[in-house]
């Protein structure tokens, strides 16, 4: 299957239009799974403003199910920012009380890895793996969503939501990713680590991702 290679940043309004079917991905194999067409019994939709966009934080409940997260730019236009998106997670975390929803029950967030820093943090450590450079040659999902999901996590591409998270007695990790596209190192603003060679390695630099949330002791803040 070919790599799916992003010639330039303009190209990041692509956006599928997302199904009334949520879909799950697996930790494993990065396939995503409908675990249900039905319609949660309860939603809620904060629009709120970032610095370039509007991000939408979408609560979604089903019935015998914990609730999840969605957050993604309004109609899939602008790039927030890794901390952006952190203040505002914040905000909907300290009004899910007020809808009879305890933060510590929630289940995942499904959200758009393309921030700037995120990527940056990801391609510095793709930059350093053999096995990545292996896993681009057989042009496999199944080989290259499981490195991508690795390095999401290995990198802490996320670590500001960890810490707003923590301050809700959560903590994070990235269970898996579809949709994965690439592009150039050169397009990063990462800094080439020293002994790699990162001339015309592809990085990942967009894809959809499931964030799952586990309860620990609150931090304090």
């Known amino acids: 299957?070919?790599?799916?290679?992003?010639?330039?940043?303009?190209?990041?309004?692509?956006?599928?239009?997302?199904?009334?079917?949520?879909?799950?991905?697996?930790?494993?194999?990065?396939?995503?799974?409908?675990?249900?067409?039905?319609?949660?019994?309860?939603?809620?939709t904060w629009d709120l403003q970032g610095k370039n966009c509007v991000v939408e934080i979408r609560l979604m409940r089903f019935a015998g199910r914990n609730p999840l997260l969605e957050v993604y730019p309004r109609d899939g236009i602008g790039t927030p920012s890794v901390v952006e998106?952190?203040?505002?997670?914040?905000?909907?975390l300290n009004a899910l009380p007020k809808e009879g929803i305890d933060p510590q029950s929630l289940n995942f967030i499904?959200?758009?890895?393309?921030?700037?820093?995120?990527?940056?943090r990801v391609?510095?450590?793709?930059?350093?793996?053999?096995?990545?450079?292996a896993a681009l040659k057989t042009r496999a999902d199944s080989v290259i969503y499981p490195l991508v999901t690795k390095f999401l996590n290995d990198s802490s591409?996320?670590?500001?939501?960890?810490?707003?998270?923590?301050?809700?007695?959560?903590?994070?990790?990235?269970?898996g990713v579809e949709k994965v596209m690439m592009e150039p190192f050169?397009?990063?603003?990462?800094?080439?680590?020293?002994?790699?060679?990162?001339n015309k390695l592809l990085v990942p630099m967009d894809a959809m991702v499931q964030m799952n949330l586990h309860k620990i002791a609150m931090t304090p803040r």
């Open 1 to 44: 299957m070919p790599l799916k290679l992003v010639p330039s940043r303009c190209y990041l309004l692509y956006w599928m239009k997302r199904m009334g079917v949520l879909l799950v991905l697996s930790a494993i194999s990065g396939i995503a799974v409908p675990v249900s067409a039905e319609e949660p019994e309860l939603t809620k």
């Open 85 to 92: 998106e952190a203040a505002l997670l914040g905000t909907v």
């Open 110 to 120: 499904q959200f758009r890895f393309r921030e700037a820093e995120a990527v940056s």
């Open 123 to 133: 391609a510095a450590h793709v930059a350093m793996s053999g096995k990545w450079r």
């Open 157 to 175: 591409a996320y670590a500001e939501w960890d810490r707003v998270l923590r301050e809700h007695g959560l903590t994070e990790n990235i269970a």
């Open 186 to 198: 050169s397009r990063t603003n990462a800094i080439c680590p020293q002994g790699a060679n990162c």
